[in-house]
C-alpha cells in the first residue's frame, strides 16, 4: 500500500474526497472515518463479485454487510436492475441512514448510485470504481443513472457520493481493451483543458498501458481533478460541465447506430475525440498538426480515430439528431481551438460537420 492521494470534489455541504493509490478500498481506516459503523450493502456484478467482494467485506470488519450481486454488462443497466438492488434493500430492512458501496464499472456505479438517489428518498453511497473510466469519469461528479429502450442514460439523477476510492490495484484484472477505453477518457481531460497533461500522456503511453502504478496514479489524479474542478463549477450542467462531452456526440452516434453492441463506450468516445478535433479543423479553430497528435495518441494507446466502416455517415447523422444535446434544433458541439482549449457552441458552421461525417465514418 502506498499513501493514497487526495483530491476534494467542494459542493458545499456534499463535499467529498477522492483517494487514489494501490490498496485504497483495502484500508480499514478509510472505511471507519467514512462508512462509520454503518449498516452496508455491497452492489456488485458477477464478474467483479469473485474477484474483489471477500476482499472488500473482509476489510470491512464486523459490520453487517449484505452483498447484491447483479448480472454483468450495460444491458442491464435498467430500471429493473436498480428495482432488484431496490428489492434487496426492503427485504433486508436497510433504512435512509444505512449506506451502499458500488463495487464495480460505470454500470454498477451509475445503477447504485441511482438506487441511493431512490430509496426511502435518497441515502449515502460510496464508490469503489474497478475501471480505469469508472476510476476517471463516471465514480466522480453525482451522475447516476440507468438507459430506457429509448435511448442511453435517459433515466437518471444528480446524486453526490460519501466519498470515491480509486484504488490502482483493483485494475490489474481488467481487460486490455477496458483499461483503452478508459484511456479515451483520459485523454479528453488533456484535450479539454490542460495541454501539458496531453504531452505527458504522450511520452507515458507505454507505461499506462503496462499498468505502470506510478503512471496510472498520476494520470488518474490529474483526470479527476479536472473533473472535480468542473463539477464544483457546474454540478447540475447548466454550462461548462458540458465540456466534459467532448467526443460524446459523435461517440454516442456510433454506440447508437452500432447498437451499443460492437463499440465500448470509450472506444467510441476516443473516436468522438477525433472527429471533434478534425471537425474544429474543418471550422478553420484548429492547426492540423494538433489533429495528427490526437490520432496519434489514440493510435498509440489501442484506439481508432475513425467509425468507417461499421458506421455510415447516414447513420451517424440519424443518431446525432436523437443525441440529447439537441437545443432548440441546433446541436450544441464540444470543439477545440487547440488541445486543452476546448469549448462548447451552438454556432458551427455546417460544412464543417458534413467534412466530418463524410470523412470519419464509412
Ligand atoms: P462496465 O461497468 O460495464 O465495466 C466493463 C467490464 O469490465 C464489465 O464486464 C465489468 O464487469 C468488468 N470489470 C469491471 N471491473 C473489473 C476489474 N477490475 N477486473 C476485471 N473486469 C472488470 O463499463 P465501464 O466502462 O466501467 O462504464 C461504462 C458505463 O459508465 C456506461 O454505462 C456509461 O454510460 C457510464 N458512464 C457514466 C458516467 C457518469 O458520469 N455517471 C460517465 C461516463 C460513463
Ligand atoms: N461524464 C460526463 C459528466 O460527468 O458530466
Redesign the pocket.
Same mark, same amino acid.
Given at each position: 500500500m502506498t499513501t493514497p492521494q487526495k483530491i476534494d470534489v467542494a459542493l458545499g455541504a456534499r463535499s467529498y474526497p477522492i483517494l487514489i493509490g494501490d490498496g485504497v478500498a483495502r484500508n480499514a481506516a478509510h472505511w471507519a472515518e467514512w462508512a462509520g459503523t454503518r449498516k452496508l450493502a455491497i452492489v456488485t456484478?458477477?464478474? $467483479?463479485a469473485p474477484?474483489?467482494a471477500d476482499a472488500l467485506e473482509q476489510t470491512l470488519g464486523d459490520r453487517q454487510v449484505l452483498r447484491i450481486v447483479l448480472p454483468?454488462?450495460?444491458v442491464h443497466?435498467t430500471l429493473d436492475g436498480v428495482a432488484r438492488i431496490i428489492d434487496a434493500l426492503v427485504a433486508n430492512r436497510f433504512g435512509r441512514d444505512d449506506l451502499l458501496i458500488a463495487l #464495480?464499472? !460505470? $454500470? $454498477? !456505479?451509475?445503477m447504485t448510485?441511482f438506487a441511493a438517489a431512490c430509496y426511502q428518498r435518497g441515502m449515502d453511497f460510496i464508490q469503489v /470504481?474497478?475501471?480505469?473510466?469508472?476510476q476517471v469519469?463516471?465514480? $466522480?461528479? #453525482?451522475? *447516476? #443513472?440507468v438507459?430506457h429502450p429509448g435511448g442511453?442514460?435517459l433515466i437518471?439523477a444528480f446524486h453526490q457520493p460519501r466519498a470515491v476510492f480509486a484504488d490502482t490495484a483493483? =485494475?490489474? *484484472? =481488467? /481487460?486490455p481493451r477496458?483499461l483503452r477505453?478508459?484511456l479515451a477518457?483520459v485523454i479528453k481531460y488533456g484535450l479539454i483543458c490542460d495541454a501539458e497533461f496531453f504531452a505527458w500522456l504522450e511520452a507515458h503511453a507505454d507505461e499506462l498501458l503496462a499498468l505502470q502504478p506510478a503512471a496510472l496514479a498520476h494520470a488518474i489524479r490529474r483526470s479527476c481533478e479536472i473533473k472535480a474542478e468542473i463539477v464544483a463549477r457546474d454540478e447540475h450542467e447548466r454550462g461548462d460541465r458540458a465540456l466534459?462531452n467532448l467526443g460524446h456526440t459523435f461517440g454516442h452516434a456510433i454506440e447508437t447506430a452500432t447498437g451499443y453492441a460492437s463499440w465500448?463506450? #470509450?472506444e467510441a468516445v476516443g473516436a468522438g475525440l477525433a472527429m471533434a478535433a478534425r471537425m474544429s479543423m474543418h471550422a478553420g479553430w484548429m492547426a492540423e498538426a494538433d489533429v495528427t497528435r490526437i490520432e496519434r495518441l489514440l493510435h498509440a494507446v489501442g484506439l481508432r480515430a475513425s467509425a468507417a466502416p461499421e458506421v455510415d455517415a447516414a447513420a451517424a447523422r440519424a443518431a446525432m439528431n436523437l443525441d440529447k444535446k439537441v437545443q432548440r434544433g441546433r446541436l450544441r458541439f464540444i470543439l477545440m481551438r487547440g488541445i486543452g482549449r476546448a469549448f462548447v457552441t451552438a454556432d458551427w458552421p455546417p460544412e464543417a460537420l458534413e467534412r466530418t461525417l463524410v470523412a470519419q465514418f464509412g
Amino acid at each position: 500500500m502506498t499513501t493514497p492521494q487526495k483530491i476534494d470534489v467542494a459542493l458545499g455541504a456534499r463535499s467529498y474526497p477522492i483517494l487514489i493509490g494501490d490498496g485504497v478500498a483495502r484500508n480499514a481506516a478509510h472505511w471507519a472515518e467514512w462508512a462509520g459503523t454503518r449498516k452496508l450493502a455491497i452492489v456488485t456484478n458477477t464478474v $467483479v463479485a469473485p474477484l474483489y467482494a471477500d476482499a472488500l467485506e473482509q476489510t470491512l470488519g464486523d459490520r453487517q454487510v449484505l452483498r447484491i450481486v447483479l448480472p454483468d454488462g450495460e444491458v442491464h443497466k435498467t430500471l429493473d436492475g436498480v428495482a432488484r438492488i431496490i428489492d434487496a434493500l426492503v427485504a433486508n430492512r436497510f433504512g435512509r441512514d444505512d449506506l451502499l458501496i458500488a463495487l #464495480g464499472g !460505470g $454500470v $454498477v !456505479g451509475d445503477m447504485t448510485g441511482f438506487a441511493a438517489a431512490c430509496y426511502q428518498r435518497g441515502m449515502d453511497f460510496i464508490q469503489v /470504481p474497478t475501471t480505469l473510466l469508472a476510476q476517471v469519469d463516471s465514480s $466522480v461528479g #453525482g451522475k *447516476t #443513472g440507468v438507459n430506457h429502450p429509448g435511448g442511453k442514460n435517459l433515466i437518471g439523477a444528480f446524486h453526490q457520493p460519501r466519498a470515491v476510492f480509486a484504488d490502482t490495484a483493483l =485494475l490489474r *484484472t =481488467l /481487460p486490455p481493451r477496458e483499461l483503452r477505453a478508459g484511456l479515451a477518457e483520459v485523454i479528453k481531460y488533456g484535450l479539454i483543458c490542460d495541454a501539458e497533461f496531453f504531452a505527458w500522456l504522450e511520452a507515458h503511453a507505454d507505461e499506462l498501458l503496462a499498468l505502470q502504478p506510478a503512471a496510472l496514479a498520476h494520470a488518474i489524479r490529474r483526470s479527476c481533478e479536472i473533473k472535480a474542478e468542473i463539477v464544483a463549477r457546474d454540478e447540475h450542467e447548466r454550462g461548462d460541465r458540458a465540456l466534459l462531452n467532448l467526443g460524446h456526440t459523435f461517440g454516442h452516434a456510433i454506440e447508437t447506430a452500432t447498437g451499443y453492441a460492437s463499440w465500448l463506450h #470509450g472506444e467510441a468516445v476516443g473516436a468522438g475525440l477525433a472527429m471533434a478535433a478534425r471537425m474544429s479543423m474543418h471550422a478553420g479553430w484548429m492547426a492540423e498538426a494538433d489533429v495528427t497528435r490526437i490520432e496519434r495518441l489514440l493510435h498509440a494507446v489501442g484506439l481508432r480515430a475513425s467509425a468507417a466502416p461499421e458506421v455510415d455517415a447516414a447513420a451517424a447523422r440519424a443518431a446525432m439528431n436523437l443525441d440529447k444535446k439537441v437545443q432548440r434544433g441546433r446541436l450544441r458541439f464540444i470543439l477545440m481551438r487547440g488541445i486543452g482549449r476546448a469549448f462548447v457552441t451552438a454556432d458551427w458552421p455546417p460544412e464543417a460537420l458534413e467534412r466530418t461525417l463524410v470523412a470519419q465514418f464509412g
